[in-house]
Protein backbone atom coordinates (compact mmCIF):
# COMPACT_ATOMS: atom_id res chain seq x y z
CA UNK A 1 0.00 0.00 0.00
CA UNK A 2 1.14 3.99 -0.80
CA UNK A 3 2.32 5.15 2.13
CA UNK A 4 -0.01 7.68 3.98
CA UNK A 5 1.22 10.67 4.73
CA UNK A 6 0.07 12.56 7.80
CA UNK A 7 -1.53 16.14 7.40
CA UNK A 8 -0.01 19.19 9.41
CA UNK A 9 -2.56 20.43 11.50
CA UNK A 10 -0.15 23.25 12.93
CA UNK A 11 -1.29 26.55 13.17
CA UNK A 12 2.16 27.61 12.02
CA UNK A 13 2.45 30.14 9.43
CA UNK A 14 4.23 30.19 6.04
CA UNK A 15 6.47 32.65 5.51
CA UNK A 16 3.68 34.64 3.20
CA UNK A 17 1.07 34.01 5.77
CA UNK A 18 3.14 35.64 8.53
CA UNK A 19 4.17 38.78 6.45
CA UNK A 20 0.19 39.50 6.44
CA UNK A 21 -0.89 38.40 9.71
CA UNK A 22 -2.76 40.87 11.75
CA UNK A 23 -0.61 42.59 14.40
CA UNK A 24 -1.34 41.75 17.94
CA UNK A 25 -2.99 44.90 19.65
CA UNK A 26 -2.10 45.81 23.11
CA UNK A 27 -5.32 44.84 25.74
CA UNK A 28 -5.74 46.59 28.84
CA UNK A 29 -5.31 47.22 31.65
CA UNK A 30 -2.39 48.76 31.10
CA UNK A 31 0.65 49.92 33.67
CA UNK A 32 -0.44 52.52 35.47
CA UNK A 33 1.40 55.67 34.87
CA UNK A 34 1.17 59.33 34.61
CA UNK A 35 3.02 61.90 32.52
CA UNK A 36 3.04 65.71 32.91
CA UNK A 37 1.77 67.54 29.79
CA UNK A 38 1.91 67.44 26.82
CA UNK A 39 3.16 63.71 27.55
CA UNK A 40 5.96 62.29 25.43
CA UNK A 41 5.39 59.01 22.82
CA UNK A 42 8.43 57.91 23.69
CA UNK A 43 7.58 56.99 27.32
CA UNK A 44 3.99 55.79 27.13
CA UNK A 45 3.86 51.77 28.15
CA UNK A 46 2.80 50.32 25.81
CA UNK A 47 4.27 52.00 23.08
CA UNK A 48 1.78 52.80 20.70
CA UNK A 49 1.54 51.61 16.97
CA UNK A 50 1.84 53.54 14.16
CA UNK A 51 3.75 52.19 11.48
CA UNK A 52 1.25 50.44 9.74
CA UNK A 53 2.75 46.95 9.49
CA UNK A 54 -0.05 45.36 7.84
CA UNK A 55 -0.52 48.59 5.27
CA UNK A 56 -0.16 47.84 1.56
CA UNK A 57 0.18 51.49 0.14
CA UNK A 58 -0.33 52.17 -3.37
CA UNK A 59 1.05 55.63 -4.15
CA UNK A 60 -2.03 57.31 -3.42
CA UNK A 61 -0.54 60.97 -2.07
CA UNK A 62 2.38 60.37 -4.50
CA UNK A 63 4.49 63.75 -5.58
CA UNK A 64 1.82 65.46 -2.83
CA UNK A 65 2.60 68.04 0.15
CA UNK A 66 0.37 68.02 3.69
CA UNK A 67 1.19 69.73 6.49
CA UNK A 68 -0.26 67.76 9.71
CA UNK A 69 -0.64 69.61 12.99
CA UNK A 70 -0.11 67.40 16.24
CA UNK A 71 2.02 65.25 14.44
CA UNK A 72 5.23 64.81 16.37
CA UNK A 73 3.03 61.73 18.43
CA UNK A 74 -0.49 59.86 18.46
CA UNK A 75 -2.87 59.65 15.13
CA UNK A 76 -0.60 62.78 14.07
CA UNK A 77 2.74 60.64 13.78
CA UNK A 78 0.63 57.26 12.11
CA UNK A 79 -0.43 60.41 9.84
CA UNK A 80 2.47 61.89 8.89
CA UNK A 81 3.83 58.08 8.50
CA UNK A 82 1.48 56.68 6.42
CA UNK A 83 1.13 60.05 4.07
CA UNK A 84 4.85 59.19 3.94
CA UNK A 85 4.48 55.56 2.84
CA UNK A 86 2.29 56.74 -0.10
CA UNK A 87 4.48 59.15 -1.33
CA UNK A 88 3.86 61.86 0.33
CA UNK A 89 6.40 64.97 1.70
CA UNK A 90 5.34 66.21 5.21
CA UNK A 91 6.03 69.28 7.57
CA UNK A 92 4.57 68.27 11.32
CA UNK A 93 3.49 71.17 13.75
CA UNK A 94 4.19 70.93 17.43
CA UNK A 95 5.15 72.64 20.78
CA UNK A 96 9.18 72.35 21.66
CA UNK A 97 8.37 70.29 25.06
CA UNK A 98 7.36 67.23 22.29
CA UNK A 99 10.63 67.80 19.74
CA UNK A 100 12.22 64.56 20.76
CA UNK A 101 8.82 62.38 19.79
CA UNK A 102 8.93 64.93 16.55
CA UNK A 103 12.61 63.59 15.81
CA UNK A 104 11.31 60.40 16.19
CA UNK A 105 8.40 60.94 13.50
CA UNK A 106 10.60 62.62 10.95
CA UNK A 107 13.33 59.37 10.95
CA UNK A 108 10.23 57.18 10.47
CA UNK A 109 9.14 59.94 7.45
CA UNK A 110 12.71 59.17 6.12
CA UNK A 111 12.97 55.89 6.49
CA UNK A 112 9.88 55.73 4.32
CA UNK A 113 11.97 57.69 1.79
CA UNK A 114 10.14 61.42 1.88
CA UNK A 115 11.26 64.33 3.44
CA UNK A 116 9.81 65.87 6.91
CA UNK A 117 9.78 69.23 7.92
CA UNK A 118 9.64 70.23 11.83
CA UNK A 119 7.68 73.28 12.87
CA UNK A 120 8.13 73.93 16.54
CA UNK A 121 5.97 76.53 18.32
CA UNK A 122 2.85 77.36 19.80
CA UNK A 123 -0.74 76.91 17.60
CA UNK A 124 -2.97 79.47 20.23
CA UNK A 125 -0.52 82.17 18.42
CA UNK A 126 -2.16 83.38 15.53
CA UNK A 127 1.22 83.99 13.98
CA UNK A 128 2.13 80.78 14.14
CA UNK A 129 -0.79 79.12 12.42
CA UNK A 130 0.36 81.40 9.17
CA UNK A 131 4.15 80.59 9.75
CA UNK A 132 3.84 77.02 9.38
CA UNK A 133 1.24 77.19 6.37
CA UNK A 134 4.17 79.47 4.31
CA UNK A 135 7.04 77.62 5.83
CA UNK A 136 5.97 74.56 4.35
CA UNK A 137 4.42 75.44 0.92
CA UNK A 138 7.91 77.39 0.37
CA UNK A 139 9.99 74.89 1.61
CA UNK A 140 8.60 72.06 -0.59
CA UNK A 141 7.09 74.37 -3.30
CA UNK A 142 3.61 73.54 -2.79
CA UNK A 143 0.65 72.40 -0.47
CA UNK A 144 -2.12 69.83 -0.91
CA UNK A 145 -3.32 68.55 2.50
CA UNK A 146 -4.04 70.29 5.51
CA UNK A 147 -4.53 67.89 8.84
CA UNK A 148 -5.73 70.29 11.85
CA UNK A 149 -5.11 67.45 14.38
CA UNK A 150 -3.19 68.86 17.44
CA UNK A 151 -5.58 68.96 20.79
CA UNK A 152 -5.36 69.89 24.31
CA UNK A 153 -7.38 68.05 26.90
CA UNK A 154 -7.84 68.62 31.01
CA UNK A 155 -11.21 66.40 32.53
CA UNK A 156 -12.78 68.13 35.14
CA UNK A 157 -15.44 66.87 37.40
CA UNK A 158 -17.73 69.79 37.40
CA UNK A 159 -18.06 72.95 35.29
CA UNK A 160 -17.25 74.87 38.55
CA UNK A 161 -13.79 73.43 38.25
CA UNK A 162 -13.58 74.32 34.51
CA UNK A 163 -11.40 77.91 34.78
CA UNK A 164 -11.34 80.66 32.28
CA UNK A 165 -7.86 79.78 31.24
CA UNK A 166 -8.62 76.16 30.90
CA UNK A 167 -11.65 77.05 28.32
CA UNK A 168 -9.35 79.51 26.37
CA UNK A 169 -6.70 76.74 26.04
CA UNK A 170 -8.80 74.24 24.95
CA UNK A 171 -10.95 76.36 22.50
CA UNK A 172 -7.65 78.71 21.02
CA UNK A 173 -5.78 75.30 20.46
CA UNK A 174 -8.40 73.00 19.29
CA UNK A 175 -10.51 75.32 17.28
CA UNK A 176 -9.07 78.41 16.90
CA UNK A 177 -6.12 77.48 15.19
CA UNK A 178 -7.87 74.58 13.32
CA UNK A 179 -9.82 77.86 11.61
CA UNK A 180 -6.33 79.78 11.11
CA UNK A 181 -4.59 77.26 9.76
CA UNK A 182 -7.28 76.71 7.65
CA UNK A 183 -7.86 80.24 6.71
CA UNK A 184 -3.90 80.84 5.73
CA UNK A 185 -3.75 77.82 3.89
CA UNK A 186 -6.33 78.71 1.06
CA UNK A 187 -3.99 80.92 -0.59
CA UNK A 188 -1.74 77.44 -1.11
CA UNK A 189 -4.40 75.06 -2.34
CA UNK A 190 -5.67 74.14 -5.70
CA UNK A 191 -8.44 72.20 -6.65
CA UNK A 192 -8.21 68.80 -5.54
CA UNK A 193 -7.32 69.54 -2.55
CA UNK A 194 -7.73 68.00 1.42
CA UNK A 195 -8.37 69.74 4.38
CA UNK A 196 -9.18 66.84 7.50
CA UNK A 197 -10.00 67.80 10.77
CA UNK A 198 -9.70 65.36 13.92
CA UNK A 199 -13.45 65.12 15.73
CA UNK A 200 -13.56 62.85 18.81
CA UNK A 201 -16.81 61.05 19.55
CA UNK A 202 -17.33 63.35 22.24
CA UNK A 203 -17.88 65.87 19.54
CA UNK A 204 -21.18 64.28 18.86
CA UNK A 205 -22.30 62.68 22.55
CA UNK A 206 -20.79 64.79 24.56
CA UNK A 207 -18.47 63.75 27.73
CA UNK A 208 -19.46 64.78 31.07
CA UNK A 209 -15.76 65.55 32.34
CA UNK A 210 -14.59 67.17 29.26
CA UNK A 211 -16.99 69.78 29.01
CA UNK A 212 -14.73 72.23 27.26
CA UNK A 213 -12.96 69.69 25.17
CA UNK A 214 -16.24 68.19 23.69
CA UNK A 215 -17.41 71.52 23.17
CA UNK A 216 -14.55 72.14 20.81
CA UNK A 217 -14.97 68.89 19.29
CA UNK A 218 -18.88 69.66 18.51
CA UNK A 219 -17.68 73.04 16.53
CA UNK A 220 -15.17 71.26 14.81
CA UNK A 221 -17.70 69.05 13.34
CA UNK A 222 -19.83 71.97 12.39
CA UNK A 223 -16.82 74.07 11.20
CA UNK A 224 -15.98 71.06 8.64
CA UNK A 225 -19.38 70.91 7.32
CA UNK A 226 -19.55 74.51 7.08
CA UNK A 227 -16.36 75.06 5.46
CA UNK A 228 -16.90 72.19 2.93
CA UNK A 229 -20.08 74.22 1.76
CA UNK A 230 -17.87 76.95 1.46
CA UNK A 231 -15.53 75.48 -0.60
CA UNK A 232 -16.96 73.31 -2.97
CA UNK A 233 -16.73 75.66 -5.59
CA UNK A 234 -12.93 75.80 -5.05
CA UNK A 235 -13.29 71.47 -5.22
CA UNK A 236 -11.25 71.93 -1.94
CA UNK A 237 -13.09 69.17 0.32
CA UNK A 238 -13.62 69.07 3.77
CA UNK A 239 -13.47 66.67 6.03
CA UNK A 240 -13.63 64.93 9.66
CA UNK A 241 -12.28 61.85 11.31
CA UNK A 242 -13.79 61.37 14.70
CA UNK A 243 -12.36 58.28 16.93
CA UNK A 244 -13.19 57.06 19.94
CA UNK A 245 -10.42 55.83 22.23
CA UNK A 246 -7.10 56.12 20.72
CA UNK A 247 -3.98 54.85 22.56
CA UNK A 248 -1.97 58.73 22.19
CA UNK A 249 0.20 60.08 25.12
CA UNK A 250 -3.06 62.45 26.05
CA UNK A 251 -4.39 59.75 28.18
CA UNK A 252 -1.32 59.38 30.66
CA UNK A 253 -0.85 63.39 30.92
CA UNK A 254 -4.46 63.78 31.38
CA UNK A 255 -5.74 60.85 33.65
CA UNK A 256 -4.97 59.49 36.82
CA UNK A 257 -3.04 56.23 36.45
CA UNK A 258 -6.08 53.86 37.37
CA UNK A 259 -8.09 55.25 34.81
CA UNK A 260 -5.10 55.36 32.27
CA UNK A 261 -4.76 51.43 33.05
CA UNK A 262 -8.19 50.98 31.82
CA UNK A 263 -8.55 53.23 28.89
CA UNK A 264 -10.58 52.13 25.94
CA UNK A 265 -12.17 48.88 28.10
CA UNK A 266 -15.55 49.87 28.02
CA UNK A 267 -16.01 50.13 23.86
CA UNK A 268 -17.30 46.72 22.20
CA UNK A 269 -13.67 46.13 21.44
CA UNK A 270 -12.99 46.40 24.90
CA UNK A 271 -9.49 48.17 23.91
CA UNK A 272 -8.63 51.40 22.67
CA UNK A 273 -7.01 51.95 18.69
CA UNK A 274 -3.80 52.41 18.17
CA UNK A 275 -2.82 55.05 15.93
CA UNK A 276 -2.34 52.77 13.14
CA UNK A 277 -5.52 51.72 13.03
CA UNK A 278 -6.77 55.65 12.71
CA UNK A 279 -4.75 57.27 9.98
CA UNK A 280 -5.70 55.11 7.03
CA UNK A 281 -8.66 57.06 7.48
CA UNK A 282 -7.04 60.29 7.26
CA UNK A 283 -5.20 58.45 3.81
CA UNK A 284 -8.61 58.12 1.84
CA UNK A 285 -9.85 61.69 2.68
CA UNK A 286 -6.07 63.08 1.42
CA UNK A 287 -6.62 61.01 -2.02
CA UNK A 288 -8.29 62.70 -4.89
CA UNK A 289 -8.17 59.59 -6.43
CA UNK A 290 -10.40 57.99 -3.48
CA UNK A 291 -12.50 60.17 -1.97
CA UNK A 292 -12.91 62.88 -4.93
CA UNK A 293 -16.78 63.31 -4.75
CA UNK A 294 -16.72 63.08 -0.22
CA UNK A 295 -16.54 67.02 1.10
CA UNK A 296 -18.45 67.52 4.80
CA UNK A 297 -18.47 63.84 5.69
CA UNK A 298 -17.49 63.19 9.78
CA UNK A 299 -16.40 59.22 9.88
CA UNK A 300 -16.46 57.98 13.15
CA UNK A 301 -14.11 55.31 14.81
CA UNK A 302 -15.73 53.64 16.99
CA UNK A 303 -14.34 50.27 17.66
CA UNK A 304 -17.23 48.15 17.11
CA UNK A 305 -19.76 50.71 18.61
CA UNK A 306 -22.31 51.68 15.69
CA UNK A 307 -24.08 55.05 16.58
CA UNK A 308 -22.03 58.35 16.73
CA UNK A 309 -24.60 60.84 18.19
Not at 7 to 13: H, I, K, N, P, Y
Not at 245 to 273: C, D, I, M
Request: aromatic share 8%.
Amino acid sequence: MPERRSRDTSTSLTPRAAKTARPQRPQPPFPEQHQEKPGLESKLEPRPQYEGSSYKPAGKLEGKVALVTGGDSGIGRAVAVLFAREGADVAIAYTPAEQSDAEETRDAVEKAGRRALLLPGDLKEPGFCSEIVDETAQHYGRLDVVVNNAAFQQSQQSIEEVSDEQWDTTFKTNIYAYFRVAKAALKHLKPGASIINTGSITGLRGSKNLLDYSATKGAITAFTRALAQNLAEKHIRVNCVAPGPVWTPLNPSEKSPEKTAHFGQSVPYERPAQPEEIAPAYVYFASDADSSYVTGEVLTLLGGETTGG
